[in-house]
């Protein structure tokens, strides 16, 4: 069954259709890519299934329940999790407390957040810079603390936007890994450009293109697909 389905899902800006009637199935357990050229829409699809910003018109169905008027804090409280396309940790804070801002989320005890924290920082490694200002982690780092945030929630369904843009060669394939890791344990929804990543973790990719659905497919399907070619991958 669907983890995640949209209906019709629209979201106009004053005559854009930056997301127009998209009707989308994900799976539980898949890794899915979501990719599409500047503007196509990506962003704005999954602020609106976090609950960022409210649609035009459509459904967001998760679980098999209709989660389109719950505000964002009930969504994540259901399981989602989501990281930002702009890094936003909070600098003057160690990395371990911003973890545990996410882990309180679900943890009521302060061993269960702190099990949870060292857990999440653990999987994207990080574990030894707990103590260290998030602030003065690199950039690469703070992107994979963004990460650890969302785990530490426990979340059914991860969405990261873009969480290779910025990073070196050496952490997009530390990035590779890690994403086959999580996907053992959430479903992932992955906003991505760098199409070595989209080929090497997704188990099926979907194109936006001026905010609908242009084609679905494997990373296979969707590299030899001629129109994505046209709309996306030529230009690349
Ligand atoms: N708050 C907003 N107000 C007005 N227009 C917006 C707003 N947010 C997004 N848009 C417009 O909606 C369209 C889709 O933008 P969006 O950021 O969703 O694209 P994207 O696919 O994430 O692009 P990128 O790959 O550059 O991140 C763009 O034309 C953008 O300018
Ligand atoms: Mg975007």
Redesign the pocket.
Same mark, same amino acid.
């Given at each position: 069954m669907s983890l995640l389905q949209t209906r019709a899902l629209t979201?106009h800006?004053?005559g854009?259709k *930056?997301?127009e009637t998209v009707d989308f199935d994900l799976p539980e357990g898949e890794v899915r890519a979501l990719i #599409?050229?500047? #503007? *196509? #829409?990506?962003?704005?699809?999954?602020?609106l299934l976090c609950g960022r /910003?409210p649609p035009t018109s459509g459904q967001v169905i998760f679980d098999g329940r209709d989660i389109s008027a719950l505000p964002a804090h009930r969504r994540i409280n259901l399981g989602m999790a989501y990281t930002f396309?702009i890094t936003s940790v909070f600098a003057n804070l160690p990395v371990a407390e911003n973890v545990a801002l996410a882990a309180r989320r679900r943890e009521a005890t302060s061993a269960g957040v702190a099990r949870a924290v060292a857990d999440a920082l653990e999987r994207v490694g990080l574990g030894d810079r707990g103590d260290q200002n998030a602030g003065d982690l690199s950039y690469g780092h703070q992107r994979l603390l963004e990460i650890a945030m969302g785990l530490a929630q426990a979340p059914r369904l991860l969405i990261l936007?873009?969480p290779t843009q910025g990073l070196a060669d050496a952490e997009i394939a530390a990035f590779k890994a890690l994403v086959r890791e999580l996907a053992s344990s959430t479903t992932i929804l992955l /906003?991505e450009?760098n199409m070595s990543v989209v080929m090497e973790t997704a188990d099926r990719v979907s194109v936006?293109n001026f #905010?609908q659905i242009l084609a679905e497919g494997t990373p296979a399907e969707i590299r030899a697909n001629p129109a994505v070619q046209a709309a996306y991958l030529g230009t690349a």
């Open positions: 979201r800006f004053s854009l *930056a997301v #599409g050229p500047n #503007g *196509a #829409g990506k962003t704005t699809f999954v602020s /910003i396309q936007d873009e /906003i450009h936006l #905010g």
